[in-house]
Antibody, heavy 120, light 107 residues
Framework: QVQLVESGGGVVHPGGSLRLSCVASGFTFSTYSIHWVRQAPGKGLEWVGV????????KYADSVQGRFTLSKDNSKNTVSLQMSNLRSEDTAVYFC?????????????WGQGALVTVAS | EIVMTQSPATVSVSPGERAILSCRASQSISNKLAWYQHKRGQAPRLLIYGASTRATGIPARFSGSGSGTEFTLIINSLQSEDFTVYYC?????????FGGGTKVEIK
């Protein structure tokens, strides 16, 4: 069965960095784009970014552009989200999610999420 | 950026009755709308995509409709497990955006 498992969450000071990983199984990883979506405490869902199926094309939300970097390693079925210059407003549960199909930008499988807390 | 607005923020419904959730886009998104169910502490669950197509394994009591800027999710015969939060998401263009959510609570 399809599984996505996030790891790497934790507490970090403002201005610090953190790297989240998402390990996938149960599907042909190299043929699907993987997205990250976050949910701040008490808030709704916010799309963060996407790494295309081959890992070449990456898109980001304006709120994280220039601070977050995605990488996709198809040999390890892993997508990483490198987060730098973190701010308090980046505090959230971060979910990785599998894109339904190429150019169909909705998500049929999600991980359980990783909590990132940015606090001094 | 396309702004998605969901209403109401909370809807109170008795078990067995119907809930009607609305989602409005700030510009036309054709039928490029998805709905998710999200229970606290769990992964969101895809319910509907393309405005009206149920995802695999989703019960028929969930139905979606609409096009352009106005969309509706109807949940018939509410079961206990349906009382949670629902989000719409446009999959028309970048950046992908979600509505603020509607909480379905027990009346």
């Amino acid at each position: 069965q399809v599984q996505l498992v996030e790891s790497g969450g934790g507490v970090v000071h403002p201005g610090g960095s953190l790297r989240l990983s998402c390990v996938a199984s149960g599907f042909t990883f190299s043929t699907y784009s993987i997205h990250w979506v976050r949910q701040a405490p008490g808030k709704g869902l916010e799309w963060v970014g996407v790494a295309s199926f081959e890992g070449v094309v990456k898109k980001y939300a304006d709120s994280v552009q220039g601070r977050f970097t995605l990488s996709k390693d198809n040999s390890k079925n892993t997508v990483s989200l490198q987060m730098s210059n973190l701010r308090s407003e980046d505090t959230a549960v971060y979910f990785c999610a599998k894109e339904f199909n190429e150019h169909q930008w909705y998500f049929d499988y999600w991980g359980q999420g990783a909590l990132v807390t940015v606090a001094s | 950026e396309i702004v998605m607005t969901q209403s109401p923020a909370t809807v109170s419904v008795s078990p067995g009755e119907r809930a009607i959730l609305s989602c409005r886009a700030s510009q036309s998104i054709s039928n490029k709308l998805a709905w998710y169910q999200h229970k606290r502490g769990q992964a969101p669950r895809l319910l509907i995509y393309g405005a009206s197509t149920r995802a695999t394994g989703i019960p028929a009591r969930f139905s979606g409709s609409g096009s352009g800027t106005e969309f509706t999710l109807i949940i018939n015969s509410l079961q206990s497990e349906d009382f949670t939060v629902y989000y719409c998401q446009q999959h028309y263009n970048w950046p992908l955006t979600f509505g603020g959510g509607t909480k379905v609570e027990i009346k």
